[in-house]
């Protein structure tokens, strides 16, 4: 660990504001809760010049329901994610994935912003954003588009973003029979970051499966989803055989590494159990039987 | 001096005034507040920052330290090398090989090398990646297995081996034919980190020419001093340490203190200045002292009723880098080899073994938590083997009063590990928990373990220890005792000792922080002896004031001395209650008839020995003994283990007070379930990579299992005061075995190596068919 090296830190109250410092000053960067950002300097000794705080931004706060769809600001934290009635409703998984961030003061602070643009491959709100079908609004001074949320991920601690551009919303469609679940494993019961995650998405039709999505974390150097899995059990009727089938396929799409949170096989064969969890769970959620 | 018999003849209560009551320790307060100050609060912002520039080879010569670059560093004060060590470049605790700063030959990637002293951290950043050191690379060595190999490398001496060990009770090949079953096993325990709360700080103050005055959290302030002046060069009335409450141990500040007051000291006598080193967390990980890993080959065997016939032990204890307390350490394993169980043929050959890693040291349990992990799962195996219940199976066998133990002590008095398994199993509903039960993807089991803990030094080295009391003016006390506050609350324990013995309120004792100047060496925070020993010599000090205090009362009331009573910071006649003298009075005239006020403690334990050839003699003052039963549940799938409940028992000779008990007992229980699930401290070509609470797990509060009524046993140790025994080392020990034969009990899978972390777990269940 390195001492903190000195910084200036700056609060725009506007977007604006922020955007225009992003694109003026030489090696700014966004900061938010500071849970990621702050143990990187000390850990790295990364020297950081200008730290643009978003926290003072009105509009880049919230979750908001509108058109059939839900936005949610980046600076959101866990903690508003979690209390969201509206988010419990409209995207379980999500819900599930606050509850288990960090520690009360880790959800406190942290925001979906930061979780996302840290790009961890073990970010626990990326695998529930994924399978809703989440789009991520990236502005600079001089323009603003949506892409899809999966587009942000490069690599480890890796996006897409600019230097001049920062996330200012995320956006994902409310759809009616969908539901969804979020399974975790971690080292401990709380306080840790996971060892691997998987999200499921299931629209349901009667008893088949409408639609189906799934995304990983911690098998690959970003969160993914798995499209060969889901296209093979889309428009199926829903079965604890077709459950395990998806879940034995999901194995073949990780390609986790060992590291000090657990070792490869370990997070190979786990894809297929939290699959398989997640799926029952999301399937159960939307009123389906098993 | 039977102690227990004579304090309660002469106090001659129905019932204890503070002693085994429950009490709200005197820093409670202060603790909860965040008042209590630990040694950063006392260090003045811009004061001189010390760091250490540490070895990145883990085995090689030093050709060249070059600090030129380094000094030019705008900021720099000083950068110190060991040209510049004034007395005895030597620190190591044992054995003599462990050099204070090196400049010969490093040991291990975070040997030190020179001290940087900067204005402030940043620069002496800076400097320390400036200064230069050239190594000629060794090969090294990161196995036991490999640096007992022919030709290995030689990082002390030849063939690496530190010390040896050896016990040989009875005839073992007797033992052998007298088996109807034996079971053999090979069992390793790795590193456990301490992971104390504050991380190792020391501040150092030049007091004019040839004094220092240190500040720095540590279990021994008489012990840093003698390292300090050793170091130095000067004589031990040179050096002033003063032991700040220290913000968790464990045994790892046992070891640190004098590193770390060392750099301090000499920083800040070579400059002149006042200075401070500071560890960080990851430093604190990387280079400092360990649990020991050990390995054990097991050979046990019992005949077909049931008794243990012959225990057969080969350990081979890793040390790392330098020896430190190893001879001790596999000592106690040595000594403690067949569990809390009477064995009459026992063969058991030690050695300590030097890698070139990060190096063992005190921790919690000493030895005999590694030793009892696989001692219990041995006893264990039996019970299954001779198809016997695992708990009747260790009644049979259990030591008692009249039983021998690992090293033939003859057990006398104060054994009560009977009461503690018979407790544990009656409480948890044992008899009824015989068969696994699935509960989805989960199985529940139930395991149990005992343990038996020496108390005070080992080797049979000689123990004594002091204490000082004073009594005031207006009545109040101030009490002084070397044993330091570290979290466990040892000294509050002695004020409660000290408040029974002269009845004074407890509120009106004040603890002063051990300072060398002024407290008496009561030895060391270790060993279990902080209560037994450190306690003890609290009784003494009261026991010689209370005569004084009797005496002027007496004849105050005018009364025989039988008949005065001392409570409530008074005293009164028996017979005649409503006349009461406050103290106060009292010691005004006990200084008009010159009855000293102060009064200074000693006690020394009883003699112990034993025999180098066959290891065999009186080796502990003492045993603390306890009984845990464990409930767990294994997700089949995922193979994480959750352990649901604890029930604990401990034989404490006499609870001074339950809370602190409890305390102890709570803490212990997460932590043994962190080494045996959890904890798992990984290195890579010997550089720890497990350096910060992100990546080395240690239990949350989420994390920690339900936990009933602690099931206290009091067998009263004859020779301590009111009978105490060592609380906080032992009331770990029993809970790594009842989890780890839980987990057995739960899945038929025998782990000899822990942490059992869900990967393993699930491999194991992969392996055997049973996901
Ligand atoms: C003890 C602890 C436990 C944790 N547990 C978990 C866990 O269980 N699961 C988990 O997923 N994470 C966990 N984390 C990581 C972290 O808390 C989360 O990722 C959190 O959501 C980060 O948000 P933040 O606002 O603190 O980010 P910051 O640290 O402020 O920022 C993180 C990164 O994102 C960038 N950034 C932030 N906002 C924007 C934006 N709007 N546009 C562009 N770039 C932006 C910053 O420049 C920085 O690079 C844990 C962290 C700690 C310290």
Redesign the pocket.
Known sequence: MKPLTGFSLLRPPTLVGALEMMSTLEHA???????????TFKDLGSKPVHLID?GLIEELNGIMEEDGKILIG?TTT?TQILTSKVIEKTAPALHDAAR????VQ?RN???????L??A?P????APPLLVHGAEAHICSLEEGHWIPLLELFKGPKMTV?KPNE??IGLRFPTIAGASSSFQRIGRRKG????VVNAAVYVERKDDALKEARIALGSVAPTPIRAPVVEDKIRGKKMSEELIDEAAEACVEVAKPIDDVRGTAEYRKDMTAVLVKRALREAWRRTGGEL | MEYDRILSDLLNRDEYLVVGKKTVRLDALDKLLGKARFTSDYIPKNTMTVKVVRSTMPHALIKRVDTSTALMVPGVVTILTAKDVPGENEIGYALPEQPFLNDKKVHYVGDPIALVCAIDETTAQEAMEAVVVEYEPLPAVFDIDAALAEGAPIIHKENNVAVKTKIRKGDIAKGWKDSDVVVEDTYWSPYQEHMCLEPEAAYAVPDGVGKVTIIACMQSPHLVREKVARVLGWKLNQVRVIQALTGGAFGKKDDTGPLISGYAALAAIKTGKPAAYIMDRSEVLSVTPKRFPVRFKYRSGADGKGKLTAVEVEITLEVGAYANRAPFWLWRQTAHACGPYEVPNVAVDGRAVYTNKVYGGSYRGFGNLALHFAAEQQVDKLAYELDMDPVDFRMKNILRIGSRTTCDQLLDNSVGIDKCLAGVAAASDWAKHREPVRIGTKIRGWGVGCAYHGNSTSRSTPDWSAASLMIHGDGSLTYRTAICEIGQGSPFGHAKIVAEIIGCNLDSIKIEQPDTDSTPDSKPTHGSRGLMMGGTAAADAAIKLRERIIRVASNMLDCPEAHVELRDSQAYNRKKPSVKIPFAEIVEEMHIRGENPASYGFYTSPRRFFDVDTGLGYNYAVYTFAASVAEVEVDTETGQVEVTKIWPAMDVGKVIDPLMVDGQIHGAISQGIGFAIMENLQLKDGVVTTTGFKDYIIPSALDTPEIDDTIVVEEPYKHAAFGAKGVGEPSIISIVPAVVNAIHHATGLRFSTIPITPDRMHKALKEAGKK
């Open positions: 960067q966004p900061i938010v809760g500071g849970t990621d950002i702050i143990p978003l980046p866990h288990w961030i960090g520690s880790i602070r942290g925001t979906i912003g930061g979780n643009c840290n961890s073990a970010a626990d709100s973003l920062i996330l306080f840790t970051l996971s």
